[in-house]
């Protein structure tokens, strides 16, 4: 695929697997795929996009099904169909090939995809996720904070519960995770998009 602006993203819309996704593509450089966490759009990732391109990364970010601009699936699927829309929307982009960057739930698409079509990843990067059953059970309180997609709806209570779920400098100031952006508290998760990919990750597990 042709080379984008480092600057603004090419931006498009494809029509897969029932659905609609948001794209967005930025630089030029070797493909990297950006898979947003929980309730993510791909607005939330532009900031260190920006990093990347201007290292000679190309990134490839996208809404995930009922999230930010994309629609969601009719019926709720599990994680080997996200992998499945995932891979037709590469196919759509015009890429065979590319590296995989997951970050939280992302990071579990990111591993299915891997496991599924080991053919289309070149490398792969886990950030902030986990293998699912068979792992160290998360925080109770942290675990009933994702619950709902309340933290992008609400910007007070973001704040209140970002450090518990971030860590690190949100716990000192919340908003320094916002990198002066409103796109947390504009491109919101619809509900059935949100509970979708709850559904999707219920139950599943990296042991194979």
């Not at 995809?113 to 059953?133: D, I, M, Y």
């Not at 209570?157 to 947390?184: E, F, K, M, V």
């Amino acid at each position: 695929m042709s080379a984008s602006s480092p600057d603004r993203p090419t931006i498009r819309f494809v029509d897969v697997d029932g659905i609609r996704l948001r794209t967005a593509v930025r630089g030029g450089g070797p493909p990297l795929l950006l898979v947003t966490g929980l309730g993510a759009s791909l607005d939330l990732a532009r900031p260190f996009e920006r990093e990347l391109t201007a290292r000679g990364v190309q990134t490839l970010g996208f809404d995930a099904p009922g999230i930010g601009e994309s629609t969601a699936y009719t019926l709720p699927r599990r994680m080997p169909g996200i992998a499945h829309t995932i891979e037709a929307m590469l196919d759509a982009l015009g890429y065979d090939r590319v590296d995989v960057l997951g970050v939280s739930l992302g990071g579990v698409v990111a591993q299915q995809l891997a496991l599924q079509a080991p053919r289309r990843v070149r490398r792969l990067v886990l950030a902030a996720t986990g293998p699912g059953l068979g792992g160290v059970p998360g925080s109770p309180r942290v675990l009933l904070a994702l619950a709902t997609p309340r933290r992008y709806y609400q910007p007070n209570y973001y704040r209140r519960i970002a450090g518990r779920i971030y860590g690190g400098q949100a716990r000192r100031d919340p908003d320094a995770l916002l990198y002066g952006s409103p796109a947390r508290f504009v491109e919101r998760p619809s509900v059935r998009g949100y509970l979708g990919q709850l559904y999707a990750v219920a139950g599943w597990t990296s042991l194979p």
